[in-house]
């Protein structure tokens, strides 16, 4: 079956330090992958969207890549604040054009 | 604020109950999406309508049901809950029907089945 997975340990790290996240996917090839921020208890929010033929995508602090040859996709966070701590999805759009989402990476990023 | 409502915020009731959460998607937005997020399970879709009409379907429960209105709103109808339901709901709305556009989510509903 489709699989988007995450690291399912919380990530932490010291502020200013850039924190790295996987994201890999089986069994589909997902045109673009999307990443978004969830809070606890809230809804998730959209932050950046990679195509399957872009290799990079950047938006302030954060950066993603897309690697088709090894199935997964990067997400950085650079200079790390504590306001960045969070749960991220990665989220892969699968054979139906529904957005499937990985369980979630927790980021604890300490002062 | 994503422009996507919500109501309720919170709903409590007792297993085999029926209830309703209600969704107003953003402005302009077409397409609505349910999703259920529990804490063993992460954020499931479950089905997704486009002006009016149902489009796809997840993992849904034959006793959960949806509808998308005249006026875009949405509504998740869950019946004969059981304890294993309790979770939250989210409902995203997205311009288009499919595609790299990014989804914008409203702030859920908590249910507890007690």
């Known amino acids: 079956s489709q699989k988007i997975e995450q690291n399912s340990e919380a990530l932490n790290i010291q502020e200013g330090k850039t924190a790295t996240l996987t994201c890999n996917y089986t069994?589909?090839?997902?045109?673009?992958l999307q990443w978004y921020r969830q809070d606890p208890g809230r809804g998730p929010v959209f932050l950046l969207l990679?195509?399957?033929?872009?290799k990079e995508k950047r938006k302030e602090r954060l950066k993603v890549t897309f690697d088709t040859t090894l199935k997964q996709s990067l997400f950085h966070i650079t200079a790390s604040q504590p306001a960045d701590s969070a749960t991220y999805l990665c989220?892969?759009?699968?054979?139906?054009?529904?957005?499937?989402f990985g369980a979630g990476t927790q980021v604890v990023v300490t002062p | 604020d994503s422009g996507v409502t919500q109501t309720p915020k919170h709903l409590i009731t007792a297993t085999g109950q029926r209830v309703t959460l209600r969704c107003s998607p953003r402005?302009?937005?077409?397409?609505v999406y349910w999703y259920q997020q529990s804490l063993d399970q992460g954020l499931q879709f479950l089905i997704q309508?486009?002006?009016?009409?149902?489009?796809a379907k997840g993992n849904i429960l034959e006793r959960f049901s949806a509808q998308q209105f005249p006026d875009l709103h949405s509504e998740l109808n869950l019946s004969s809950l059981e304890l294993g339901d309790s979770a939250l709901y989210f409902c995203?709305?997205?311009?288009?029907?499919?595609?790299?556009?990014?989804?914008?989510f409203g702030p859920g509903t908590r249910l507890t089945v007690t």
């Open positions: 995203a709305s997205s311009v288009a029907l499919a595609g790299p556009y990014e989804q914008y």
């Open positions: 069994n589909y090839s997902p045109a673009y």
């Open positions: 990679i195509r399957e033929n872009e």
């Open positions: 989220g892969g759009e699968d054979s139906w054009g529904k957005l499937q």
């Open positions: 402005s302009g937005d077409l397409s």
């Open positions: 309508y486009y002006n009016g009409e149902e489009r």
